[in-house]
């Protein structure tokens, strides 16, 4: 195991009616999965809606009252009629409550090099925020995937070079190109999240160990760019773990992919992770 263990990718939002329950319940749970796991910190993202289902950033912030073994991260809403005030969200960055940016391109029906976010870029220039970009496949099939193409993060990012940005989940399948945005830009990071739903089945396992390990091969040292993250609830956290040791990455790399490079990308102080584990 790594010395530390940071998930960079966690939600606290309901996804099935049957099992619908209080924020401060999915926080409870959040901690004790943490413990039972040994992950040190995670990085809380808001969704792009709120509704029964989904907790505003108010609530979440509430409800983790500054704890520190979480960031949190806001959810933009940047279609219809509820978008996000930018206004609040610069204020609560400012502030230190919220620590980046998420943005959902396909689920919200936008592109990310869409002309009108160059607002939202220049808010996490200026407080200099990471901004995580979902890319790949979605979970709704109101959603529009070609929005959602990892390719469309180069644009950006070479438009905006003193912006963080953090491609989620691989832009699985599109994981070759997301592997070329990554090798090309500096300013470019992605999250190993929700590359499967609850359990490994094995043969996807295999798959997506193999794909992962060709995506390194061709954009060289993994620990520059890439960071674990789950897609807690929707993944479960254990099986997820072994996806990061069947990537056969050296010691340095390894702490770099788990926690290392997140502490860089979120500013998280390596004070709040706790004693480092034995090797
Ligand atoms: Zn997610």
Redesign the pocket.
Known sequence: MPRHLIDV?V?LNNYHESTRRPTVEHVQDLFSKMDEIGIDHAVV?TSYKVDLDRPSVEELLETLADSPRVTVIEGLRWRGDARSDLFSLEERIRDGMVKGIKLYPGYDHYAINDPSLESVFRIAAKHDVPVMI?TGDTYSKTAKVRMAHPLLVDDVAVDYPDVRFVM?HLGNPWFQDAAEVLYKNDNVFADI??LTLGEFEYKFERYVAMRLKEMITYMGDPGKQLMYGT?WP?VHMKPYIKLLHELELTDEQLENVAWKTATRVFKIDEGVLGPPREA
């Open positions: 990718h939600h993202i979902h989620c999240s929700g897609d929707l």
